[in-house]
């Protein structure tokens, strides 16, 4: 298992190392783990120039799998927008066709109270957000800021879907749906956009050929708020790139804390890229209070998307559960009687239950 690691910035390096701690004690066990390290982000711009450097480039190409920490600070806030960090994200989701963006959202017993909702909303929540990763308005061209003939100036972005990138990420959803409930809903804004008209025509398609999912359609807007209202009625939610990005924050508080949700982005051949949903945080940065579990948990999607380990996954998420049991909480999980602790500990913990 070659596996590219990449910490980024803010916490990055923090979250990242205590994944690497797990995948050194896999290896002392016997697991044949390859590491080797590179710059992305704000750190590849300081390092190299580039947010996304060549070296990096060709580092993740020649890995079966990529683990990245986050990327962003406020010192490059001000940068030109390709020396910019989130663009070696973006440059290196669209550069390995990373198009398939898994991000589970699921309450674990133990932090039913974190959860911003009332516990009967959510307790047993376990959602699939699918995002398509690589089109859409993220990446649509033409788009920029321009001048018009009345001299006032526009900003301006493209939306835009083709056939193939729909269908491939739609058969993505239709057989994660088959491994799990069943159910697949698509969200889209179909009453407005005709990008998202197309959309629902090219999935309805797919679902011809998955005859035993039950496909619905629902618009943005109502799924934004039917996500707070019912989340359960959700099994895979299948949607684009920016309305993904949304929605998957957004689920995301429905468990407690961004700080526990892993995330997968697959190319057709299942190499991916793992990383948690949630930012570099500069707050936090080096204060060894940020979570790492949806990086480790992002470990444990690595095993099972890219390496086929389901086994091994399974033992990384029965670690972290048994973690949470012992009452060990970093800072944003935290309540009254149970046991608050850094980053570096949470990992040693994760370690020690492993
Ligand atoms: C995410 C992030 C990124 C995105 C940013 C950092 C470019 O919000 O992974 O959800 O918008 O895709
Ligand atoms: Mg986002």
Redesign the pocket.
Known sequence: MKIAVLPGDGIGPEIVAQAVKVLAALRSDGLKIELENGHIGGAGYDAAGDPFPAATEKLAKESDAILLGA??GYQYDNLPRPMRP?QG??RIRKGLGLFANLRPAMVYPELVNASSLKPELVSGLDIMILRE?TGDI?FGQPRGIRTLENGERQGFDTMHYSESEIRRVAHVGFQSAMKRGKKLCSVDKANVLDTSMFWREIVSEVAKEYREVELSHMYVDNAAMQLVRAPKQFDVILTG?IFG?IL??EASMLTGSIGMLP?ASLDANNKGLY?P?H?SAPDIAGKDIANPLATILSVAMMMRYTFAADDVAQRIEAAVRKTLQQGLRTGDIYEAGTQKIGCAAMGDAVVASL
């Open positions: 990327v962003g989130e994200l973006l990763l993220y790139n990005d998957s924050d995330s990383e949903c930012g």
